[in-house]
């Protein structure tokens, strides 16, 4: 399975996903994304992700997901 590289803007109600690159292993595409953060440093608004699925329909869904914030207990604060 392939590993997307996404640059995504969630300003907008449904998150604007725009494809970067695809990548057969993990490494390259971490690099990649390293890349290009540090070269979009200043827009704060847009991040870069990685994720691994069998196509790119199926990454943009999980991208789509919106999960829920984990529960810090009081000790973890």
């Known amino acids: 399975m392939p590993y997307f590289v996404y ?4 300003q907008m109600i449904v998150k604007d996903l725009n494809l970067l690159a695809e990548f057969e292993n993990f490494k390259e595409a971490k690099n990649f994304a390293k890349e290009q953060r540090s070269a ?3 827009q704060t608004v847009e991040s870069i992700k990685v ?10 869904e999980q ?7 984990p529960i810090m207990m009081e000790w973890e604060k």
């Open 51 to 60: 994720i691994f699925a069998n196509n790119e329909l199926e990454a943009e």
């Open 63 to 69: 991208l789509q997901e919106s999960r829920d914030k």
């Open 40 to 42: 979009n440093a200043d």
């Open 7 to 10: 640059k995504i803007n969630e």
